[in-house]
């Protein structure tokens, strides 16, 4: 009987030693997934941070570029040398606008480098407004009228908008209703 009180009592002692050390395991799992979740936390805060960032960003670049437009479709080269001589005299004869006074403009210029290949569509152009009025009337006539022509060519007038804005706008295409030609 002494040798199997003394049997149970080395597997005892066997035993609280084994949960001694899975205490200790778990005690540190504990630790380890506490810190985990306090990490978890801060990256869903910073998540949150850098989406409500990135939309500042966005509404702040669309703000600086409210007082632009841009203009599709004239044909490369036509402008001459002088874009906002170009653009002073076309765009109130396209649109049938009166301008008082004469449209004005901060900057005007072709986006992106000069293509080799003529036969390409013609780069876009951006002009900045000196007078936001002007370029709200630009815009809404442009808007109501649709596509201008110019000896065959479609110039088309809009709004510039950042990268994330356009890509906003273009996801509501597919709801708007079309219009019939008439």
Do not use: W
Not at 19 to 40: D, K
Request: one cysteine or more.
């Amino acid at each position: 009987m002494d040798a199997s009180i003394t049997s149970l009592t080395l597997e005892t002692k066997s035993m609280r030693s084994d949960i001694a050390g899975f205490q200790s395991r778990v005690t540190g799992l504990e630790q380890r997934m506490g810190s985990l979740e306090t990490q978890i936390n801060t990256s869903q805060e910073r998540e949150q941070d850098f989406i409500y960032l990135r939309s500042k960003l966005t509404d702040m670049e669309d703000r600086s570029r409210r007082d632009n437009i841009r203009v599709l479709g004239i044909p490369e080269n036509e402008e001459g040398l002088d874009m906002q001589a170009f653009l002073t005299s076309t765009l109130p004869k396209m649109i049938s606008l009166d301008f008082d006074p004469p449209l004005e403009f901060q900057r005007a210029h072709r986006i992106g480098p000069k293509r080799s290949d003529n036969s390409s569509r013609p780069r876009l152009i951006i002009a900045c407004l000196l007078q936001h009025n002007q370029t709200r009337q630009i815009l809404q006539v442009a808007r109501n009228h649709g596509p201008f022509r110019i000896d065959q060519h479609e110039i088309r007038i809009t709004a510039d908008y950042s990268k994330e804005t356009n890509e906003r706008r273009k996801a509501f295409l597919a709801l708007r209703p079309r219009l019939p030609k008439l």
